[in-house]
Nanobody
Framework: QVQLVESGGGLMQPGGSLRLSCAAS????????MGWFRQAPGKERERVAT????????YYADSVKGRFTISRDNAKNMVYLQMNTLKPEDTAVYYC????????????WGQGTQVTVSS
């Protein structure tokens, strides 16, 4: 079955950097759009960044543009989120998600990794 396993979360001071990783298995990875989403306490889940299966086109939420970078390695079935200049408002559980190229919604999700930005 499809598994997405996130890693790399933790506690970081404002202005610091973290790199999240997502290892995917059980799917033809190169045929899937991949994304990072986050959910903070009391807030709705937010799409943070996505990268398409073809041409690796990227999307970023306005709140993270210029600070976060999403990338994928199809040879390793991995997707990454480099997060720089972290802010307290980036605190959330971050989820990796996958969507087949023919699907309209992300339907595979990881268990999430906590990112806390605090001094």
């Amino acid at each position: 079955q499809v598994q997405l396993v996130e890693s790399g979360g933790g506690l970081m001071q404002p202005g610091g950097s973290l790199r999240l990783s997502c290892a995917a298995s059980g799917l033809a990875f190169s045929n899937y759009d991949m994304g990072w989403f986050r959910q903070a306490p009391g807030k709705e889940r937010e799409r943070v960044a996505t990268v398409t299966w073809i041409n690796a086109n990227t999307y970023y939420a306005d709140s993270v543009k210029g600070r976060f970078t999403i990338s994928r390695d199809n040879a390793k079935n991995m997707v990454y989120l480099q997060m720089n200049t972290l802010k307290p408002e980036d605190t959330a559980v971050y989820y990796c998600a996958a969507r087949h190229s023919t699907a309209t919604r992300y339907n595979y999700w990881g268990q999430g990794t906590q990112v806390t930005v605090s001094s």
